[in-house]
């Protein structure tokens, strides 16, 4: 039997909201064993001078415990 755990992510990108759920995913599976799973809970958009600035990305992170 595995048990899984979720965590909260919060990622940025100036280029997008996929790059920002890219490097959110990668940065968590540098310190978390068994990643195998994340999805988007928010997305936030950062304007500045009528632009946007920023993406922003509020992930949950699925990974397996080990035994």
């Not at 990108?13 to 195998?36: H, P, Q």
Request: aromatic content about 6%.
């Amino acid at each position: 039997m595995s048990i899984a755990r979720i965590t909260e992510v919060i990622s940025s990108s100036t280029i997008s909201f996929d790059d920002a759920m890219k490097k959110g995913v990668e940065r968590a599976a540098r310190t978390l064993d068994n990643v195998n799973g994340a999805w988007v809970q928010d997305q936030k958009v950062i304007v500045e001078n009528g632009s946007i600035s920023e993406f922003q990305v509020t992930l949950k992170i699925t990974f397996v415990l080990n035994d």
